[in-house]
C-alpha cells in the first residue's frame, strides 16, 4: 500500500479466523495510521 508517499506493506491487513471476542469486525480490512482510504 502506498501511504502518503511512502510504501507501507504492513498498513492493511485482516483476519482470516476471528477469535469469538472479535466476531463483529468479520469481512472488514484494517488500516494503520497515515492511510486515507480513497476512490480511485
Not at 4 to 30: C, M, P, Q, S
Request: net charge negative; proline share 0%.
Amino acid at each position: 500500500m502506498i501511504a502518503a508517499g511512502d510504501t507501507n506493506e504492513d498498513a492493511a491487513w485482516f483476519y482470516r479466523e476471528l477469535f469469538d471476542a472479535a466476531k463483529e469486525i468479520r469481512e472488514h480490512v484494517a488500516f494503520w495510521k497515515g492511510v486515507t482510504v480513497t476512490e480511485s
